[in-house]
């Protein structure tokens, strides 16, 4: 699985596919449900914003940082922010940092 193209250029490690999920394609950060990577991916794309800022969040919270925008672009994080940050638990000063720090250097949310 190669990164998205708008990440690839400032990924410093991602988890490389066969590394992602185990044997039943479950991926190593939904060590607490059991879900597909498939049925992960289905639940981003979720008409329910709510469905959508749970499962982003359980990302955040779970995976590596980085693996994190493999799955999705940092728009869709900003506009489910106000939903989404009450499932972060501890990452949530990381996640806080991360993005103050990006729009204070000018990055574009994209």
């Given at each position: 699985?190669?990164?998205?193209?708008?990440?690839?250029?400032?990924?410093?490690s991602y988890t490389p596919r066969e590394r992602l999920t185990d044997a039943e394609d479950r991926p190593y950060f939904l060590w607490d449900c059991?879900?597909?990577l498939s049925q992960f991916r289905?639940?981003?794309?979720d008409p329910d914003p709510e469905v959508r800022a749970?499962?982003?969040g359980k990302?955040?919270?779970q995976a590596k940082p980085?693996?994190?925008?493999?799955?999705v672009r940092p728009r869709e994080i900003r506009d489910l922010?106000?939903?989404l940050v009450r499932y972060l638990g501890r990452t949530r000063e990381f996640w806080s940092w991360l993005?103050?720090?990006w729009e204070g250097q000018g990055r574009v949310w994209q």
């Open positions: 699985m190669a990164p998205p193209f708008w990440y690839a250029g400032c990924v410093l059991d879900l597909t289905e639940g981003l794309g749970y499962l982003i990302l955040m919270r980085d693996d994190v925008f493999l799955f922010w106000p939903r993005f103050e720090t």
